[in-house]
């Protein structure tokens, strides 16, 4: 259940901060702070949850994609697990936020449009609303918001400038915390297993406060079988500052179940931000991130089943169904290549010559003529391709699979993208005599730079 991570490199430089879009590109990292006993790592554990679900799909062998739910349904989840929130309804259409939004006559409610991203607050929609996240006073209110907010596009800073569909709205009661702290449990890899990290100071961005005031950030090991005794949940409870003794238990308990959370789901972060402490003493997870470990699909039935698909590339919605590990990027070349590392380098190489790919690409070592023609199919589909370089290495993969591969799209697909094509390795000689014999405009070239330099120059 541990994230895989490796040090950068130039390859994963270009994949992050060159060819990504905005939408996936994480922010532009914080000077880490000087390490303590209370952060030890604490930065390099948020980058890495941060980015895993972009690189790790590109990185490993198969499409990886580190499940995000939306917040009713993290509620739902907390829920089930005894852990308090302010009381929520989830509304597909305005009618239902209309009557959502009537259980909450007496204190008025926030309504919340569901959309994978942060900065939801600050965000727009793109029919003009200014903001996905409203107060509402009267049910009136809350179905206006509804019928603004539900089939609109919502963009933020997170989902650059196309934004993600909003299908659903979430209703929730008010509950002005009196102070708001933080709360995550996720993987050390240096501690080897699972931390408890919180602060006093919840409600913002997590990365600033751990880089301006270090100290204020508690990091708790966590025994992988046991998880939180209830005198290290309290001691943490006491350390964070929660007032009374009641307080103190309830976030106790909070702490335990959170961890019963993680491990009894295969979770790979939980993040409530803020917690917030009543008035009246009482502790509310008022906000929820969760991630899931995709290898834990097969006995996460029920948590893969809440997977919104609508909230993610369509294409590469597509490719998985083929197996393809496929990203969407923002450039013109798009690019076929088998095996990751080698996908990387190609991107590399396209850019050391001036040219932006369209995509990361690996087929992988199993694909067969009917994959990579499903891979064409993909290709073609993007409107800002002006070439395809194809670029393949035959060691498990044959190189006459490809070949027959592309033959049948070309034809097929009646492609009038130029393809530059270089293909090295198992069965190369059979794959070339083919393209030879085929008739169609494919430029063939066995040097790596040239092959890169001519997609590049084809495409402009």
Not at 112 to 136: E, I, M, S, T, Y
Not at 359 to 375: C, I, M, R, S, Y
């Amino acid at each position: 259940m541990t994230i895989s991570w490796a040090p950068p490199f130039k390859s994963r430089s270009l994949l992050t901060k060159q060819g990504l879009p905005e939408s996936r590109r994480s922010p532009p990292a914080l000077p880490a702070p000087p390490p303590t006993s209370s952060t030890p790592n604490f930065f390099q554990m948020l980058a890495t949850l941060r980015k895993a679900g972009s690189l790790a799909r590109a990185a490993s062998a198969g499409q990886r994609r580190f499940l995000s739910i939306h917040e009713y349904q993290s509620v739902n989840l907390l829920n089930s697990y005894g852990i308090p929130t302010p009381k929520s309804i989830a509304a597909k259409t305005p009618e239902e936020a209309f009557d959502a939004a009537k259980q909450f006559a007496s204190t008025g409610c926030v309504i919340k449009a569901q959309v994978l991203a942060g900065g939801r607050g600050k965000g727009h929609f793109d029919n003009g609303l200014q903001g996905g996240v409203h107060v509402v006073q009267t049910p009136e209110q809350a179905k206006d918001y509804a019928s603004k907010m539900i089939g609109a596009k919502l963009i933020t800073k997170q989902t650059g400038a196309a934004g993600r569909i909003c299908n659903a709205v979430m209703l929730a009661e008010r509950r002005d915390p009196s102070h708001e702290y933080y709360v995550a449990v996720l993987n050390d890899r240096n501690i080897g297993g699972p931390v408890l990290v919180a602060s006093s100071q919840g409600g913002m961005n997590i990365e600033e406060v751990a880089a301006k005031d270090p100290n204020a950030i508690i990091t708790t090991p966590i025994d992988f079988e046991n998880g939180l005794s209830k005198a290290e949940a309290l001691d943490l409870a006491k350390k964070l500052g929660f007032k009374s003794e009641g307080a103190q238990n309830e976030a106790a308990d909070i702490f335990i179940r959170l961890y019963k959370i993680f491990k009894d789901k295969d979770a790979t972060q939980i993040e409530i931000n803020p917690m917030g402490e009543t008035s009246d003493g009482h502790v509310l997870c008022m906000d929820a991130k969760f991630g899931f470990d995709d290898n834990a699909e097969f006995r996460q039935k029920d948590v893969f089943a809440l997977r919104d698909i609508s909230q993610e590339e369509p294409s590469e919605v597509e490719a998985q169904k083929y197996n393809l590990n496929f990203i969407k990027l923002d450039g013109s070349i798009g690019c076929l290549v088998n095996g990751a590392g080698l996908a990387m380098a190609t991107m590399d190489v396209l850019a050391l010559h001036g040219g932006n790919p369209a995509n990361f690409l690996d087929v992988g070592g199993g694909a067969t003529p009917e994959t990579v023609k499903k891979a064409f199919e993909i290709l073609v589909s993007d409107p800002k391709v002006k070439s395809i370089f194809i670029n393949i290495f035959g060691g498990i993969m044959r190189c006459d699979y490809i070949a027959e591969g592309v033959i049948n799209a070309a034809k097929e697909l009646s492609l009038q993208v130029p393809l530059i094509v270089r293909l090295k390795g198992t069965k190369e000689p059979e794959a070339k005599e083919m393209i030879r014999q085929s008739g169609l405009k494919i430029i063939p070239f066995d040097d790596l730079d040239e092959a890169a330099q001519n997609a590049v120059k084809l495409a402009v």
